[in-house]
């Protein structure tokens, strides 16, 4: 009786440990697949797939893993990836959310029944079919024996499956449609039972949401049979509890989406294996009918990632954002190593070659961990469906490892131990097992000394379901751990050989220069005083040091000793110089440092090697490294520290000064006027010093001169070299001299306007000089004083002295007699002194000399033919004076211009 019920618990041990082997195959989106190595932990990329579908896809693999056979819903591929016999025409569609799941008969491992549901975009919903797959046939690669029986001729795209209980092992497949299966509005689920005698085709209903039709979205079952969800894009998101037994949802809770990107349409659903907590990717939902290019711009999508935590009171409140980012939407799948995959999309048409991961999904919050593009597809794309499964197959799994890192593998460092730990439940049995052998252990924990498979078996004896764990268990080597020696300088000024250290400098050589290393330093030989390794002040010299090497990848460890010694050795001090001449003077220069290594290092042995550092403290802990090509932080002068090693271990720290020296202070450009017309004599120039002695510097002129002043005579570019006596630093002044002239006239000299209500004269020089412009009347007065403008107006007839002066340099002054012709309107002879004659104003014996002009009465007689030259007409005529009147005059002169009018004499 008791070798009987130990041999049923074995059988029931096998079909519990196994059944996550039936999710190791996934084949999906546009020919990708991975591959679940449970032992390795790792995951393979499968690159024979020949699936292509937008959306729906379903596959299944046997007890060890190996695949059996997968779809999209509407064609079946065996484990050789070729069509399986009878394998097409399925009534599913690959742009279907679900498409399909495979659910194995139960107590019979040949026949899988494979369920589709269909979509509407052809104008036609096949609904809810199944059709049978037996493995036995076609030499073990299965052939489809019965197809698209129907079970609803309408429904969503949704499908789901989990186990109904231990005992009978039946499995419920739920689907949502209206209530008779037929219409196109949903608001019933349907649970249709899977036993060992076949499919019940009459389901369990239950009420659902406010009726919909909306088809797509996913549908999923809690790992544990207790909780359902059904995510509708455009209707909602709803929780809902399962009763298993009875197949039956109740207690429906709405759930929304708060998203920072608009992102709040559910699509991808999945529960954490410990089925507590809730994962929803939700989308846009964008499209644009009346541009449909737009749809196919990644920017125009927008994905978020959320959790719910399902233990809490308030559900909804309990919403955390895990993602959110430009991207379409996209399924959630718990894997077999107990991590939730996620599809990744671009648009509804275009993948992406990786999927994300939900590292810790047992974890509420941000521990949870989600990984964007952990898995790489390329050369083939994740588009928006993952492969179903039943879901609990991903339920009878507990965690015997309890470590926080992996609930299926488990590193144990040589020489260690590992104790693992199941559920500790009164009354249950517990069978342990290393690779296959039974253990004596019957407690719910296993101390254990050696690598292998674990596995354990619990039976609860009380009436719930049998749990199982595993453990791949892998010893690992400890690292290497070297023994070292760290000299350091005492440099502080007190010679008491106490220093600071910085331990970590001898990290490469207490691990052996292996990468993925760790060191932490300890004072006591218990390695329980853990040390500041950055900074560490000695209490003796020498003085150990106790050591723990950790492999960062295992976590393992070993232990080896540092020996802290102080040198008394020292290097000398050096200077770096440079004139402040990069273009900014500003007191800043990129120096070469290891231009003082010859100064540092004299006299001392060879092979030392020298670094750089801001700070004495940074020198002393070898801590923020400078490089060679430095620039000075401080202008002008700043002090660094060069430290000397010889093999790692200080052999003294030196002071640098960094100098920056300033460029003679002058002025870089002058300029100066020479003038021509007094040529040979000189002008000088001098070197532009600002502030300071002329003495402090030598000079080099382009003319050959060495003074501070130079003399010139000739126009032209002079430079001068300026050098600071002391520094040698050097700075180029160019001094640039002009030309500057007296004015000469042209010929002609003026343009007159003359003879006229606005007499006006312009003026017509030539020089290199600027010049401004005056006028002298006869009576030596000035009528117009110097002006910029050559041009006058609004002259009084007459003679006058034009004055043109060199502003530009104050060359000198030259003049030139101009005419202006007028004719006065009235004269009265009274021997006042003013006006008493009438004649012409502007002739004189310069100008116009041999004018004609005839005075004439009223009556045109000739009164009086007048000198050009003489004193004026003084109204007398043969000796008479004549009555006031106005005379008329004629003249004509020098020049050829004939002037006629009338003027006034009054008594």
Same mark, same amino acid.
């Given at each position: 009786m008791k070798k009987t019920a130990l041999s049923v618990i074995f059988s029931l041990f096998g079909l519990l440990i196994y059944a996550q082997n039936e999710a190791s195959n996934w084949y999906f989106g546009e020919n990708a697949g991975i591959s679940f190595d449970l032992a390795s932990n790792t995951i393979i990329q499968k690159t024979d797939g020949q699936l292509n579908t937008r959306e729906g896809c379903s596959s299944i693999s046997d007890e060890d893993g190996n695949l059996l056979f997968y779809t999209d819903g509407v064609t079946i591929w065996n484990s050789n990836h070729l069509q399986m016999v009878n394998g097409f025409g399925l009534h599913g569609d690959s742009s279907s959310t679900q498409s399909a799941i495979i659910v194995p008969k139960p107590a019979d491992p040949a026949i899988y029944y494979v369920f589709t549901v269909d979509n509407s975009l052809d104008g036609v919903n096949n609904g809810l079919n199944y059709s049978v797959v037996n493995m036995t046939l076609n030499g073990g690669l299965g052939q489809v024996t019965a197809k698209n029986t129907q079970l609803l001729s309408f429904c969503s795209e949704k499908i789901t499956a989990v186990l109904k209980d231990c005992v009978t092992e039946s499995i419920w497949v739920v689907t949502y449609a209206s209530e008779d299966g037929t219409g196109t509005t949903f608001d019933t689920f349907h649970a249709f039972e899977i036993s060992n005698t076949g499919i019940n085709t009459t389901s369990v209903k239950s009420p659902g949401m406010n009726p919909t039709n909306e088809l797509r979205g996913y549908l999923k079952l809690s790992p544990d049979g207790t909780k359902a969800v059904a995510a509708n894009i455009k209707s909602g998101l709803f929780l809902y509890d399962f009763d298993s037994a009875l197949g039956t949802l109740s207690n429906e809770t709405a759930l929304f989406i708060s998203s920072n990107n608009g992102g709040a349409f559910p699509y991808g659903v999945e529960f954490s294996p410990n089925s507590k907590l809730l994962y929803v990717h939700s989308y846009n939902d964008f499209f644009d009918f009346q541009?449909?290019?737009?749809?196919?711009?990644? #920017?125009? %999508?927008? #994905?978020?990632?959320?959790?719910?935590?399902?233990?809490?009171?308030?559900?909804?409140?309990?919403?955390?954002?895990?993602? #959110?980012?430009?991207?379409?939407?996209?399924? +959630?799948? !718990?894997? $077999?190593?107990?991590?939730?995959?996620?599809?990744?999309?671009?648009?509804?048409?275009?993948?992406?070659?990786?999927?994300?991961?939900?590292?810790?999904?047992?974890?509420? =919050?941000?521990?949870?961990?989600?990984?964007?593009? *952990?898995?790489?597809?390329?050369?083939?794309?994740?588009?928006?469906? +993952?492969?179903?499964?039943?879901?609990?197959?991903?339920?009878?799994?507990?965690?015997?490892?309890?470590?926080?890192?992996?609930?299926?593998?488990?590193?144990?460092?040589?020489?260690?131990?590992?104790?693992?730990?199941?559920?500790?439940? $009164?009354?249950?049995?517990?069978?342990?097992?290393?690779?296959?052998?039974?253990?004596?252990?019957?407690?719910?924990?296993?101390?254990?000394?050696?690598?292998?498979?674990?596995?354990?078996?619990?039976?609860?004896?009380?009436?719930?379901?049998?749990?199982?764990?595993?453990?791949?268990?892998?010893?690992?080597?400890? $690292?290497?751990?070297?023994?070292?020696?760290?000299?350091?300088?005492?440099?502080?000024?007190?010679?008491?050989?106490?220093?600071?250290?910085?331990?970590?400098?001898? %990290?490469?050589? +207490?691990?052996?220069?292996?990468?993925?290393?760790?060191?932490?330093?300890?004072?006591?030989?218990?390695?329980?005083?853990? !040390?500041?390794? /950055? *900074?560490?002040?000695?209490?003796?010299?020498?003085?150990?040091?106790y050591v723990e090497v950790i492999n960062d990848l295992t976590g393992c460890s070993s232990f080896s000793e540092l020996v802290l010694a102080v040198s008394s050795t020292s290097a000398s001090d050096a200077s770096l110089e440079h004139c402040d001449d990069d273009g900014i003077e500003d007191g800043f220069y990129s120096f070469t440092l290891s231009d003082a290594e010859n100064d540092i290092i004299n006299g001392l042995p060879a092979g030392l090697n020298l670094s750089y550092f801001e700070t004495y403290n940074d020198a002393l802990l070898e801590i923020n490294h400078l490089p060679i090509a430095y620039t000075n932080i401080v202008p002008y002068n700043q002090v660094i520290y060069a430290r000397v090693e010889n093999a790692n271990n200080c052999y003294g720290i030196s002071e640098v000064l960094l100098t920056v020296h300033e460029l003679p202070n002058i002025e870089t450009e002058g300029s100066d006027i020479y003038c021509i017309n007094f040529f040979p004599s000189t002008i000088n120039i001098d070197a532009g010093l600002i502030n300071d002695a002329s003495s402090n510097y030598n000079y080099n002129w382009s003319n050959g001169d060495t003074n501070y002043v130079t003399q010139i005579n000739e126009v032209g570019t002079y430079t001068v070299t300026v050098t600071h006596k002391i520094t040698g630093c050097t700075k180029n002044r160019t001094v640039t001299v002009e030309p500057s002239n007296i004015a000469t006239f042209q010929d002609p000299a003026f343009e007159v306007t003359d003879a006229s209500q606005n007499n006006t004269i312009t003026v017509f020089v030539s020089g290199e000089g600027t010049y401004q412009?005056?006028?002298?009347?006869?009576?030596?007065?000035?009528?117009?004083?110097?002006? /910029? #403008?050559?041009?006058?107006?609004? @002259?009084?007839?007459?003679?006058?002295?034009?004055?043109?002066?060199?502003?530009?340099?104050?060359?000198?002054? @030259?003049?030139?007699?101009?005419?202006?012709? =007028?004719?006065?309107?009235?004269?009265?002879?009274?021997?006042?002194?003013?006006? /008493?004659?009438?004649?012409?104003?502007?002739?004189?014996?310069?100008?116009?000399?041999?004018?004609?002009?005839?005075?004439?009465?009223?009556?045109?007689?000739? @009164?009086?033919?007048?000198?050009?030259?003489?004193?004026?007409?003084?109204?007398?005529?043969?000796?008479?004076?004549?009555?006031? /009147?106005?005379?008329?005059?004629?003249?004509?002169?020098?020049?050829?211009?004939?002037?006629?009018?009338?003027?006034? +004499?009054?008594?």
């Amino acid at each position: 009786m008791k070798k009987t019920a130990l041999s049923v618990i074995f059988s029931l041990f096998g079909l519990l440990i196994y059944a996550q082997n039936e999710a190791s195959n996934w084949y999906f989106g546009e020919n990708a697949g991975i591959s679940f190595d449970l032992a390795s932990n790792t995951i393979i990329q499968k690159t024979d797939g020949q699936l292509n579908t937008r959306e729906g896809c379903s596959s299944i693999s046997d007890e060890d893993g190996n695949l059996l056979f997968y779809t999209d819903g509407v064609t079946i591929w065996n484990s050789n990836h070729l069509q399986m016999v009878n394998g097409f025409g399925l009534h599913g569609d690959s742009s279907s959310t679900q498409s399909a799941i495979i659910v194995p008969k139960p107590a019979d491992p040949a026949i899988y029944y494979v369920f589709t549901v269909d979509n509407s975009l052809d104008g036609v919903n096949n609904g809810l079919n199944y059709s049978v797959v037996n493995m036995t046939l076609n030499g073990g690669l299965g052939q489809v024996t019965a197809k698209n029986t129907q079970l609803l001729s309408f429904c969503s795209e949704k499908i789901t499956a989990v186990l109904k209980d231990c005992v009978t092992e039946s499995i419920w497949v739920v689907t949502y449609a209206s209530e008779d299966g037929t219409g196109t509005t949903f608001d019933t689920f349907h649970a249709f039972e899977i036993s060992n005698t076949g499919i019940n085709t009459t389901s369990v209903k239950s009420p659902g949401m406010n009726p919909t039709n909306e088809l797509r979205g996913y549908l999923k079952l809690s790992p544990d049979g207790t909780k359902a969800v059904a995510a509708n894009i455009k209707s909602g998101l709803f929780l809902y509890d399962f009763d298993s037994a009875l197949g039956t949802l109740s207690n429906e809770t709405a759930l929304f989406i708060s998203s920072n990107n608009g992102g709040a349409f559910p699509y991808g659903v999945e529960f954490s294996p410990n089925s507590k907590l809730l994962y929803v990717h939700s989308y846009n939902d964008f499209f644009d009918f009346q541009n449909p290019n737009s749809n196919d711009n990644p #920017s125009n %999508h927008k #994905s978020t990632l959320t959790q719910f935590n399902l233990s809490t009171a308030d559900v909804q409140n309990s919403q955390v954002n895990l993602d #959110s980012r430009q991207l379409f939407r996209g399924a +959630l799948q !718990l894997g $077999p190593d107990g991590k939730i995959y996620r599809a990744l999309s671009s648009t509804y048409d275009v993948g992406l070659p990786f999927l994300g991961v939900i590292e810790n999904p047992n974890t509420a =919050g941000l521990g949870c961990s989600y990984v964007h593009n *952990a898995i790489n597809l390329s050369p083939f794309n994740s588009t928006q469906g +993952l492969p179903p499964f039943i879901a609990s197959f991903f339920n009878t799994e507990i965690d015997i490892i309890k470590n926080g890192k992996s609930s299926i593998n488990l590193n144990i460092c040589d020489g260690g131990s590992y104790t693992l730990a199941a559920d500790d439940i $009164p009354g249950a049995t517990y069978i342990w097992t290393v690779d296959g052998n039974p253990l004596t252990e019957t407690d719910f924990d296993l101390e254990i000394f050696q690598e292998g498979h674990y596995q354990v078996y619990i039976e609860p004896n009380n009436g719930d379901c049998a749990l199982e764990g595993q453990a791949f268990v892998n010893f690992v080597p400890n $690292p290497e751990a070297n023994n070292h020696v760290l000299l350091q300088c005492d440099e502080d000024g007190i010679a008491d050989n106490l220093t600071t250290f910085n331990l970590t400098e001898a %990290h490469n050589d +207490l691990v052996g220069n292996i990468f993925n290393r760790s060191t932490k330093f300890y004072q006591d030989f218990s390695r329980t005083i853990e !040390l500041n390794a /950055d *900074a560490y002040n000695n209490i003796s010299n020498p003085q150990t040091v106790y050591v723990e090497v950790i492999n960062d990848l295992t976590g393992c460890s070993s232990f080896s000793e540092l020996v802290l010694a102080v040198s008394s050795t020292s290097a000398s001090d050096a200077s770096l110089e440079h004139c402040d001449d990069d273009g900014i003077e500003d007191g800043f220069y990129s120096f070469t440092l290891s231009d003082a290594e010859n100064d540092i290092i004299n006299g001392l042995p060879a092979g030392l090697n020298l670094s750089y550092f801001e700070t004495y403290n940074d020198a002393l802990l070898e801590i923020n490294h400078l490089p060679i090509a430095y620039t000075n932080i401080v202008p002008y002068n700043q002090v660094i520290y060069a430290r000397v090693e010889n093999a790692n271990n200080c052999y003294g720290i030196s002071e640098v000064l960094l100098t920056v020296h300033e460029l003679p202070n002058i002025e870089t450009e002058g300029s100066d006027i020479y003038c021509i017309n007094f040529f040979p004599s000189t002008i000088n120039i001098d070197a532009g010093l600002i502030n300071d002695a002329s003495s402090n510097y030598n000079y080099n002129w382009s003319n050959g001169d060495t003074n501070y002043v130079t003399q010139i005579n000739e126009v032209g570019t002079y430079t001068v070299t300026v050098t600071h006596k002391i520094t040698g630093c050097t700075k180029n002044r160019t001094v640039t001299v002009e030309p500057s002239n007296i004015a000469t006239f042209q010929d002609p000299a003026f343009e007159v306007t003359d003879a006229s209500q606005n007499n006006t004269i312009t003026v017509f020089v030539s020089g290199e000089g600027t010049y401004q412009y005056s006028l002298i009347d006869e009576n030596n007065i000035t009528t117009h004083p110097y002006q /910029d #403008s050559n041009y006058f107006e609004n @002259v009084f007839p007459g003679i006058y002295d034009v004055l043109v002066k060199d502003v530009k340099n104050d060359c000198g002054i @030259v003049n030139q007699n101009v005419s202006v012709i =007028g004719f006065p309107k009235f004269f009265t002879p009274n021997n006042d002194g003013v006006n /008493d004659t009438w004649k012409i104003y502007g002739v004189s014996s310069m100008f116009q000399p041999n004018t004609k002009i005839q005075i004439f009465n009223r009556y045109g007689k000739l @009164v009086k033919e007048l000198d050009p030259l003489g004193q004026g007409w003084n109204g007398l005529y043969q000796g008479e004076i004549l009555p006031s /009147d106005d005379y008329w005059f004629a003249v004509r002169l020098q020049d050829g211009r004939i002037f006629k009018d009338h003027f006034t +004499l009054k008594h």
